[in-house]
């Protein structure tokens, strides 16, 4: 019987810091033969890798009871294990097949629990720094594991450190602050060095940047064949560091109003070249002492999702411009920076401008629609030298202005972002466009997967409920990974934002975290807060619907319906006090959390929500529906009298909540819709319009709006997303004339990806984890 394989757990397969109070295992097995059934599961932990071989168990749990491959707690096992301390496990599995081989072993290790340390920076005060720490090893260690965090991502919305080992880049950190009732939490990544390494003298460093509190920390143990840990460092005290101001030359601002983050005018004169490197000679003061790294209502927690790693993107063209620039084109859209080789006869000055997009005059639009400012300048030194970039901008193209004519120059992109598996999702069809949009939202779903799922790294740089939702569905299918779309449901659910609609989409992320994860972790820790994310106050009893909280737009509460706002087919927003859009979205939030209350065996909850679900579906189809026409309407007035119009939005938000009591309804609103024969929405609303459409079985109306091959002005396709706009990632609106701010890196327009899986293709789950599962296509 063939071995279990793709071992995780807390659904990470690099498990470095990981509570040991707070473990769930996840694993893939294959199909013996027809009705293959998992029956129990066996879990072994070790102290080392040759104590597992040599079956010299710390920790056995025996073959206990198991009837799915995830979301799997071991009893007993948190006693067993001790705090900042490297392990090794494997797992058994039972079926009605026999008993397997174990799986392959896989290395976790637990968090410390009291990591206090102080907080460091350069000696003098700055916003730029270089951090660096030498030392010794007279072997190689099994693992290396180090911990890294500073303060403060907040004012810059991006992370704070670069983290580099013997000058190869190892990560960076950390995402946003965290929140946990009163209490800030401050997150750290721990991530394996191990391959950075060498025998002898090693260099740590950390390339910082933020506006504020400039306090960073690190340690990092060591643990050998034994499993026998040694902390090389436990804190940064002991580092040197170096004010980097005349290095990048902070002056303007590459952000928006949302946030400031300094352009990096890089000055080769003043480069510490090889800093990060245990070769380099250069002179560094010890960094100063900041005190505790905490302040007194904050948290030290580890960080529960990928590591954000460098990959590099060599670029696909290089082209001298009629004025002596050059122009340069990564082939895709990045999130990152830039590396610059130049080998220079002499010294000069150049501007480098970046952006998404070509202005008509072939140049690089590097003031961006986004109204981000993508202008650099530096000062390239004689000789042949390579120049880094730390921060983050989204772009394809580079124009460097003012390069000689003799220069040879090498750009290369730095894209960030976690590690991708590019074969654990693949999809082809008769459909070149079909093909092209997977292909599109698969690279949009690597490239956008940073520490946090936000709208776009460009404008805001913020994480919104309903571009979380869309993200997550996409990734779900192009990915085998689901730890990021947890770690940012969690982080919304302290962080709110404006619209609505949006905070409730909580409960729905919460729901399909456990669907396709199988894990319930989520729920147990946080179904208090997703409570709270209802508006059954603002329930009218003598209406029977949720009334608008408030009727001004783009402000807290407010019912957001579609984004632009000129992509509401004219939705009656004013006029509706009892608004549709709102009410669908709360039926399926309190239908969902009924079921999550059932989940955790609340059935008191469960039967309160459904209640309460049942009795709003009654009075909305009562109300607001049409059925002469079949469709809902906008909503009603304040006098409680219903509108007559009905904007695509109000019928297909409703069929996607799934208000209505019979088969015949559906059908009726699917038809409704399919006979209008286009997007009448953005490319955030067509997410819920094709998948009520392939819920209601109309795969051939959906796959029409899908694959329409529009391109001319205006149209809201994915083919003119692709061929007129030529995006590389899925862009913030169908095209400029809608948004004319638009931005070209935007995931909530990767809707069509998960339309390909769940609707096209029907692959849905039934039971948690896909114990059971749909594939019902519609081609």
């Not at 999130?335 to 610059?340: E, M, P, Q, S, V």
């Not at 772009?395 to 390069?403: P, T």
């Not at 989940?599 to 002469?628: C, F, H, N, P, R």
Request: negative net charge; contains cysteine.
């Amino acid at each position: 019987m063939s071995k279990p394989y793709d071992l995780k757990i807390n659904l990470l397969s690099q498990p470095f810091g990981v509570p040991a109070d707070q473990m769930t295992f996840s694993f893939l097995m294959e199909n013996e033969g027809d009705g293959t059934v998992l029956q129990a599961v066996r879990v072994s932990v070790a102290a080392s890798l040759s104590a597992w071989e040599q079956q010299s168990f710390l920790f056995d749990s025996g073959f206990f009871p198991a009837d799915n491959n995830c979301g799997i707690s071991v009893n007993g096992l948190s006693q067993a294990l001790t705090d900042d301390q490297l392990y090794v496990c494997g797992i058994q599995i039972q079926t009605n097949y026999g008993e397997s081989e174990w799986s392959a072993p896989l290395y976790f290790s637990t968090a410390p629990k009291a990591w206090n340390p102080c907080g460091v920076w350069a000696a003098t005060p700055c916003d730029f720094c270089f951090l660096r720490k030498e030392f010794t090893l007279s072997d190689l260690p099994v693992k290396a594991l180090l911990q890294v965090t500073a303060r403060s991502p907040e004012p810059i919305r991006q992370y704070v450190y670069h983290a580099t080992c013997n000058g190869e880049f190892v990560g960076l950190g950390p995402t946003r602050y965290g929140r946990q009732g009163e209490q800030i939490e401050l997150y750290y990544e721990t991530m394996d060095i191990t391959p950075a390494l060498q025998v002898g003298v090693n260099c740590f460093g950390a390339a910082c940047y933020t506006t504020s509190d400039h306090l960073f920390a690190a340690r990092l143990t060591v643990f050998d064949a034994e499993g026998h840990k040694t902390v090389v460092f436990d804190d940064a005290s002991s580092f040197e560091g170096f004010d980097a101001t005349a290095v990048f030359r902070p002056d303007q601002s590459i952000g928006t109003n949302y946030f400031f983050a300094h352009a990096e005018n890089i000055d080769g004169q003043q480069y510490p070249y090889g800093w990060d490197s245990p070769a380099c000679k250069g002179e560094f003061a010890p960094a100063a002492d900041k005190g505790n790294l905490l302040d007194k209502h904050m948290v030290l927690k580890p960080y529960p999702a990928p590591i954000v790693k460098q990959e590099p993107m060599a670029a696909q063209r290089y082209e001298t411009q009629e004025d002596g620039s050059v122009f340069v084109d990564l082939g895709k859209e990045i999130i990152g920076g830039i590396t610059l080789t130049a080998d220079l006869a002499q010294d000069c000055d150049v501007t480098l401008r970046f952006g998404e997009e070509i202005a008509p005059d072939g140049h690089v639009k590097y003031a961006m629609r986004t109204t981000n400012v993508y202008e650099e300048r530096w000062h390239l030194v004689a000789g042949n030298h390579s120049l880094s970039e730390i921060g983050m901008k989204t772009f394809r193209y580079v124009e460097i202005i003012g390069l000689p004519e003799d220069a040879d120059i090498t750009v290369i992109g730095n894209a960030y972002c976690t590690e991708f598996d590019q074969n654990a999702a693949y999809f082809t069809s008769s459909s070149e466009l079909l093909n092209t949009i997977y292909d599109l939202c698969q690279y949009t779903i690597k490239a956008t997967n940073q520490n946090l799922y936000v709208d776009s790294q460009s404008r805001e740089r913020c994480a919104y409920e309903g571009d979380v939702l869309i993200n997550m569905l996409t990734a779900a299918g192009v990915q085998d990974c689901h730890a990021l779309s947890r770690w940012s449901i969690d982080y919304l659910l302290t962080h709110r934002t404006w619209p609505a609609e949006y905070v409730l989409y909580c409960i729905l992320m919460a729901r399909a975290d456990y669907e396709y994860t199988g894990d319930n972790t989520l729920l147990q820790q946080r179904y208090h807060l997703l409570k709270q994310n209802l508006y059954w106050q603002y329930y009218d009893a003598q209406v029977g619907l949720i009334r608008n909280i408030t009727m001004a737009g783009n402000v807290t509460d407010a019912v957001l319906v579609d984004w632009p706002m000129s992509e509401r087919d004219g939705y009656e927003y004013n006029q509706a006090l009892y608004n549709t859009v709102l009410n669908s979205v709360h039926y399926r939030a309190l239908a969902d959390l009924s079921y999550l209350a059932k989940v955790l065996g609340k059935q008191e909850d469960a039967t309160y929500y459904q209640q309460l679900a049942d009795a709003l579906k009654s009075t909305m189809i009562e109300k607001l529906y049409d059925q002469e026409r079949g469709c809902f309407v906008d909503g009603l007035t304040d006098q409680g009298e219903p509108l007559t119009h009905a904007a695509q939005h109000a019928t297909a938000f409703a069929l996607y909540a799934g208000v209505y009591d019979s088969a015949v309804m559906q059908q009726a609103m699917a038809n409704y819709l399919a006979d209008q024969g286009d997007i009448r929405m953005s490319v955030y609303g067509a997410r819920f319009l094709l998948e009520g459409l392939y819920q209601a079985a109309k795969g051939d109306a959906a796959n029409k709006l899908l694959l329409s091959d529009d391109v001319s002005e205006g149209a809201r396709t994915w083919a003119y997303m692709l061929d007129k706009l030529d995006a590389t990632i899925t862009t913030e609106a169908w095209n400029v004339v809608n948004k004319p701010n638009m931005t070209w890196s935007h995931p909530w327009g990767s809707a069509a990806g998960a339309a390909i899986v769940r609707g096209v293709f029907g692959i849905r789950p039934l039971k948690p984890g896909f114990k059971e599962f749909s594939v019902d296509l519609q081609p």
